[in-house]
């Protein structure tokens, strides 16, 4: 079993910053990739970001050169950075681990960008 815990999320206003923190559990065997989905209300989960065991790491277009994923393998952790927020980026934020044929999700953090 992957437990994993969000935190950083809150809100701030369009142009903001924010850090996102994913804090997994030790039992981390196998697991290949990490990343962040979100969900705004009336819209399907999205992907917005993930990293490999292989340190490559990809992003959604909406994305792209303002957010970046990171991941601490001592702290079992992985960040998201985000930059230049928009109000269209407002949305609960899901942190996601893959492990062999297995989804592992975490609670989600509300980020709110709004002025």
């Known amino acids: 079993q992957v437990q994993l815990v969000e935190s950083g999320g809150g809100l701030v206003q369009p142009g903001g910053s924010l850090r996102l923190s994913c804090a997994a559990s030790?039992?981390?065997?196998?697991?290949?990739?990490m990343g962040w989905y979100r969900q705004a209300p009336g819209n399907q989960r999205e992907f917005v970001a993930r990293?490999?065991?292989?340190?490559?790491?990809d992003y959604a277009e909406s994305v792209k050169g303002r957010f970046t994923i990171s991941r601490d393998y001592a702290k079992n952790t992985v960040y998201l950075q985000m930059n230049d927020l928009k109000p269209e980026d407002t949305a609960v934020y899901y942190c996601?681990?893959?492990?062999?044929?297995?989804?592992?999700w975490g609670q989600g953090t509300q980020v709110t960008v709004s002025s």
């Open positions: 030790k039992n981390m065997f196998g697991v290949s990739v």
């Open positions: 990293i490999f065991s292989s340190s490559l790491a």
């Open positions: 996601h681990a893959g492990r062999w044929s297995t989804d592992y």
